[in-house]
């Protein structure tokens, strides 16, 4: 969906920065995925200032049910004419909506919540020192942050403001080696 506003400036330096223009766009998105049971889970915006680009993430929160292409069109019409009667974007935009897919962010508690057991790459930064990525089984997830066991067994505690990016990491099931024909 493309379209064209003439609102507020927005985060290129005319006025509004990107977080202002990022939670006007959730407020009109979350609801709108709502309705159909699902949820934003995450947000991107980039793009150059004449020629934006807004993708948005769903999911269902639940393995019960996944997001299908009906549901990311239904959205994506619903959005792209929320974002026009409301001005949020000045200029040209792309708006792609989409499945999160199998390696989904984790923005949220809720979302480590949903995973523990499972496997994550977490890249996260304790203030101070240098950044780090951990791939491993996430232990658990508690209010102020999540424990990680690597493939060595090494646990790391990470406190979610340290967090910079977290996917969780599907597991594909690994089919059995074909015999080598003699």
């Excluded at 609102?7 to 290129?12: I, K, S, T, V, Y």
């Excluded at 934006?52 to 619903?78: H, I, K, W």
């Amino acid at each position: 969906v493309c379209g064209k506003a003439d609102p507020p400036p927005d985060a290129e330096g005319m006025g509004i920065d990107a977080a202002s223009t990022r939670d006007r766009i959730l407020a009109i998105a979350e609801p709108i995925a709502a309705e159909r049971s699902l949820e934003v889970l995450d947000l991107e915006l980039g793009g150059t200032p004449s020629n934006r680009l807004v993708r948005v993430y769903l999911d269902t929160g639940t393995d019960e049910r996944r997001v299908g292409v009906e549901d990311c069109q239904a959205v994506s019409q619903r959005l792209g004419d929320g974002l026009e009667a409301y001005e949020v974007l000045r200029g040209r935009y792309m708006l792609e909506v989409s499945s999160a897919g199998v390696n989904r962010p984790l923005k949220k508690p809720e979302h480590y919540h949903r995973v523990v057991g499972g496997k994550v790459r977490v890249r996260w930064q304790p203030a101070g020192e240098e950044a780090r990525t951990v791939l491993g089984r996430l232990l658990e997830a508690g209010a102020d942050g999540i424990r990680v066991q690597d493939d060595a067994g090494v646990e790391v505690a990470i406190a979610y403001p340290d967090v910079q990016k977290a996917n969780f990491e599907f597991e594909f099931e690994k089919k059995p080696a074909r015999p080598k024909r003699r």
